[in-house]
Structure formats: C-alpha cells, structure tokens
C-alpha cells in the first residue's frame, strides 16, 4: 500500500486572517453557504483555488432539478432519485432535497439567476434521464450553471461581510486541542500582503471544493476538480464514503484515443428531445436495453454504451440528434451547437461521435443532514460531500439542487451553534513528503484503464501494483500541481480499494467478475479514515442513519 502523506508539505504560514466561517470554493455550494451565513450576520471568508467562477458549476449545462410542475411532487422525485440511487441512497437525505428543492430553486430566481420561460411566464421544464415527469429547469438553454454563477457571483460582491481570495489554494485543515475545525492552510499566489502560505482561521471551515474528476484522463470536469476537499478531510482524519460510485456521463464527444482533460459534455437533455444513440451499423441499440430506452438512468445507458463498443471492436457510438432541427438546436443548446461546430462536427446535419467520460462522483466527505463531518466544526457542502442522496448512482440535474439544499442546511446549523474559539495548533516545520506533479499522468491513465466504467479484481490488482508503485519525495518549493497530485493518488488510492472491497455491481459501479446486484452482503456504504501512518482503514456502515454530534460546542 502506498505511503499517502499525511499533511501537505509546505511552508510555516507565514500570515493569519480571521472570520467567523471560512467557504473553501466559489461554485453554487460554496456561494450559497456563504450567502445563507450572512441572514445570521456572520462574516465569511470564501477562498477559491482559481478565479471565482472556475468549478463545475458554470459548466452546468442541463439543469437543476426540483418538482415546479403543478403535476409533479416532491413524493414522485423522491422516487425517481431512489430507483436511480439502486437502493443505496439515505432516504431522509433525499427527502430534505426534494422538499426544500422547490423553494430553493425560486430562492436563485430571487437572487436574480434568469430561468428560461414559457410564452405563459412559468419556469420552462425539460425532462432527462431517469426523470419521469418534466422537472428540470433551465437557464440559457443550455447554460443553467453559468447563469447561477453569475447571479451568485453578483450577489457576494455586493456583501460587504464576505471577503472573497481568489488563487488561494487550501492546504490542510487546522485544529485545536480537542480535534475540531479552527481554519486551513492555504497557499495564496500573488495578491501583496498575503502572498505565500497562510493561515485563515474560524471556528467552522465549510468544504465546498466540488469533485475529483481529474482523478481521471477522460472527464467532463475542469482542471480545478482535484478532489482537494475529500483529500484535505482525509488527512484530517475525516470519514470518506462511497468513493467507488463514479458517474460516468454516456454522451461525452469523442475527440479520439489520444484526448485529455476536460472533454465536451454532450448533455441528456438532447435526448431528452428526442436525440436517440446508434452504433456504427445504423442500429438503435438502446431501445431492446431498458424501458425508457435512451432516457434511462446514466449508468444504464453507460454501461449498454461499453458493451456495444465491445462487440462492434469500437471506441465509440453516434448520437444522432439531427431531428431536433437547427431551432431547436440554437434555441435550447446554443453552447453544445457551438461546442460541435468549433470540432468541425454540425449536430444539425451531421452524427456525433460519443463515448462514456468520467462525469461526477456521489461519494465524498460524508456528512450527516446538515453538512456536519466526522471532525467538529468541519462542513462539507455539494460535490465534495457524501449526503446520501445519490446512493450509488446519482439522479440527473440533482447535484445542483444538493449544493443549494444542503448549503441552507448547513448555514441554518452554523448560525444556530458556531463553535468555540480555541488556540489553533499550528503546523510547524514540515519535512512531510508529495507525490511530484509529473506523476500526475501515470495516476489518470491508471485509472481511466483499470478503475473507469469496466472494472474486475484483475483490473484493480493491476491500478494498486502501479498506485503502489509510486513514491513521494522531498519538494523543497511545492507547486500547486504538486500538491494537487498529491491529493488525486491519495484519492485514487482509496477508490481502488473501495471498488475491490465491494464485489457487486450497482449504480456506477460495475463489476465484471461481479455481475449481480448483491443485497444481502452490500445494502451498506464503505467508509475510509486515513490512519496517521498513512495506511486505510475501511469499514462498511448503514446506508442511513448518519449523525455527527457538535459535542462540547456552544
Ligand atoms: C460539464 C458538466 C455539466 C454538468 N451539468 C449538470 C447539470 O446540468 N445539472 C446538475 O445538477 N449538475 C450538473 N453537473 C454537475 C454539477 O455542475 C456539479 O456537481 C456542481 O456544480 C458542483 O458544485 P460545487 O459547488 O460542489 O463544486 P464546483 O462548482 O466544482 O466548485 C468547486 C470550487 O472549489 C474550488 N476549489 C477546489 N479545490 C480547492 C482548494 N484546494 N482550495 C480552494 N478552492 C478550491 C474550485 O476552484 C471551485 O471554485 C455538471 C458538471 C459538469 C462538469
């Protein structure tokens, strides 16, 4: 087993700021907290790793979820999100989404985020996969995460009692005495005063760093989804859980064997129009797999997407949306037209080539319904959180409505009971050893090959031998993709252990030497703790239930 480094090498923090709260990310989750803190009159800190609109959530293209339609119900979302969860979702967690969803969702339009309209004025609907009523809304056609982040950007410029740090990446967590939550270490690139690292301290830090796709070669995720949130918490000793369940998007462009990073999003909502996947030979293999043929949950159409691949010996399948018509195309995806034009690829008249891409990840820091972790004090908010709501696979347009939901949640929670201000236990000189960024690579390939949409004990064998295999070193001056290397095999590493651990398939994750659905022996989550010599430890938990105490706390 790989050594994993137990705090970020770094400087001594060389500066201190203070708040009431510290927001680590500035997608939907990390601004919505922020703002909900501020009804109580706290002052928060946001700190964000790139500008404050780099994250997954202004690459949002589909939706956000929420039962708006008079003929829709929280009781009827509730069930599409646990038939698609495969029996592993928290059903109170999934509960608290879909009730407080609707309320939510018209709580942006009153923050100033622009909906798309019928000619009647009511919130225009689409459907997508695994949904069975009309209920994800939309901005820009296709544009729903860029115009939330924009109103919500606006909205915290115009707080004075948010200080918002752009290029500040977090590092580790700080503590007290008693093992809560006192601030972070961060790492802060050229502002002046607070240049290098620093400390940032407040007696509640809230996660909100989004996912980890860049875990993988292949992913619909930006360069800032390092997974340092999960990384961070997993240092500190926090609980992680669910980490096997990767979504995979099915319609991913295909830009050929060689592409990596971030690749185009093709979104469901397109088939939800009417867009339908064939293979090479002309044929509609979707309609023989499921009922809802290719509208069916992600990682159903996924994995038929993987076998028909297989059999045709190809590294990819078409998706054929040339009957939505040029209207339809510029009115309701103007960002993906664009996205296919600039590839030379028209949708309107031509087949786009798609294949399966890392996409999203349900597992995280796990917490209980109000954000709370396994360590006093510390918060996780919307991707970087395991909430329960996706059990194994997660709902279409859902993870949005998660960042709104929970972030009200935990606001509510941290106004109510903020924790004490004790002396925090600065990390002093460290000698601690990183994984160098030039084996950030040799990691993604790894895993893209061994632990993506097809897994088996032999694949997984084969991503520990190299996980193991890899060797930390001094770094004398770290750079952030040293540090964010780090954190991606520290994930890596505890992923490929929970996806051999669990020998089923369910949701997102697919065993090939475990074909079937095993209730009996995996109705339950796998947790992890980082030990403090670097070594997991893993144990399986109720999927329910989850309750993290404030012991101790005013
Ligand atoms: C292409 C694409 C399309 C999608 N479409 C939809 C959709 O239609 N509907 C839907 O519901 N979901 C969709 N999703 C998923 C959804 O966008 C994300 O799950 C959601 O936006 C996550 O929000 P977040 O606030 O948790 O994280 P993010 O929006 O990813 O924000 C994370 C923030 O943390 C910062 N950060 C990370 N690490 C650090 C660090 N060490 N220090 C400081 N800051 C850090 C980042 O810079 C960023 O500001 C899509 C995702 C992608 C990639």
Redo the contacts with the bound molecule.
Sequence with gaps: MIQLPVQLAAAQPGWTVRADVIV???????LATALHLRRSGLTVLV????Q?N????????????AALAEDDSPAEHLEDTLEAGVGLCDEEAVRALVTEGPAAVRGLISLGARFDTEPDGEIALTREGGHHRDRIAHAGGDA??AEISRAMVEAIAQDPGIELVEN????DLITDVTGAAQGIT?HVMGTGQRDGVGAALAPAVVL????F?QVFRQT???Y???G??VA?AMRAGADVADLEFVQFHPTVMWLGPFAQGQQP?V?EAVRGEGAYLIDGDGARFMVDEHPMADLAPRDVVAKSIMRRMRQTQTDHVWLDARKLGADTWVRRFPTILESCRSRGIDPVTDLIPVSPAQ??VSGGVLTDLFGRTSIPGLYA????ACTGVHGANRL??????E?LVFAGRIGSMISAKLGVVREPILPSHQDQRLLPHQVRRRVQKTMDRHVGVLRSADSLELAATELNSLATTELGRPITEDWETTNIATIAAALTRHASLREETRGSHWREDFPERDDALWQVRLVSNLNVDGTLSTRTVPRFGVTYADEGRS
Excluded: F, M
Aim: charged residues 10%.
């Design positions: 680590v990310g500035s997608g939907i989750a990390g700190v964000t790793k790139a404050v780099e994250g997954s959530t202004r690459w949002a293209q589909g939706g956000i979820a729903t995460g500040a990446l977090a590092l961060l909100a760093t989004g996912g796709g619909t995720n930006p800032v989804s390092t340092d949130g961070l999003l979104s996409h999203y908010c919307g991707e970087v279409a347009s859902n993870s949005l409505l960042g």
